[in-house]
């Protein structure tokens, strides 16, 4: 609609212009009806209404650049949060023995981190095909404290330590599955949810950028499930219509006990002291 109004408004913008060459040659063509009909004036409107119409169009069917690509890129992050929980849907599935609860311990204090939380417990939910017979989820890293003047003010401490974990197992004794959003703490071992782990009363999952001493724990199944994220990958790619196991792909690397020592020799800087944080 928009190019038929330009096209139209154009044709008689020519037109007008050559009507007024005749008028000087010819004082019999200022007389003939198409002058008044498709004279300036008409010309003009047009332009003016192709132009609203262009407004318009920009405003209810587009956005500028940098807004839908921001919007892309947050809704990628959402699908890849779904992917994650997909994974780790199934390959729980596969490994639980039984009936079993699972508890996510997550430090999305945030509410962006929440809306990613939930994207992560759908995609969790599609995974599953057998033995997950509930979820409980715990938010660790957010204290609401009063300040001076009475507002409440929110102090996010993303450090988790291995106390708050036994903390929350112990709050939630009826899952026997952990999956840990976040990444261990290094006072993990020798703690009492690594002695259940170990002892095989607990199956545990991570999601970790830094696997840098944890291939013995990984080797040994007292990390059942692990997921490392990518630093490279190409942010404008659109995922939707792409499935969740590809999504997954593209995000992160897949470490568990069966794969852990290919994953050595082809991720070797992975488990690099230079790669520890």
């Known amino acids: 609609m928009l190019y038929l109004f330009l096209f139209i408004a154009i044709s008689l913008t020519i037109i007008s212009f050559h009507n007024s060459k005749n008028r000087e040659r010819h004082p019999l063509w200022s007389n003939f009806k198409l002058d008044r009909m498709l004279g300036t004036n ?16 920009l405003i209810l069917d587009s956005e500028p650049g940098e807004t839908k690509t921001k919007h892309q890129r947050l809704e990628n992050e959402r699908v890849a949060q779904k992917a994650l929980g997909h994974y780790f849907g199934k390959r729980f599935s596969h490994l639980a ?8 311990i997550d430090n999305a204090g945030h509410e962006a981190g929440r809306n990613y939380h939930g994207a992560f417990v759908e995609g ?6 057998r033995h997950i017979s509930g979820i409980k989820e715990e938010f660790v890293g957010l204290e609401n404290k009063e300040s001076e003047n009475g507002e409440n003010t929110f102090n996010v401490d993303l450090h988790i330590d291995a106390e708050k974990i036994d903390e929350l197992v112990t709050k939630n004794e009826e899952c026997k599955i952990v999956i840990l959003l976040t990444d261990l703490p290094r006072n993990f071992i020798g703690s009492k949810t690594w002695i259940k782990v170990n002892h095989r009363e607990l199956l545990l999952g991570i999601v970790t950028s830094n696997v840098y ?7 040994e199944s007292e990390i059942s499930v692990c997921a490392v994220p990518r630093t490279l990958y190409n942010y404008d790619k659109s995922y939707l219509n792409t499935n969740l196991e590809e999504v997954f792909a593209l995000r992160y690397i ?10 050595l020799k082809k991720h070797r800087q992975l488990f690099q002291p230079s790669n520890s944080r």
Do not use: C, R, Y
């Open 42 to 57: 008409s010309a003009t409107v047009f332009w003016a209404t192709s132009i609203l119409i262009a407004i318009i169009m």
């Open 97 to 104: 023995q039984g009936e079993s609860k699972v508890l996510i």
């Open 124 to 129: 969790f939910e599609s995974g599953i095909f």
């Open 213 to 219: 001493n944890k291939g013995g724990m990984i080797f």
């Open 254 to 263: 897949d470490i568990n006990p069966e794969n852990v020592a290919e994953m």
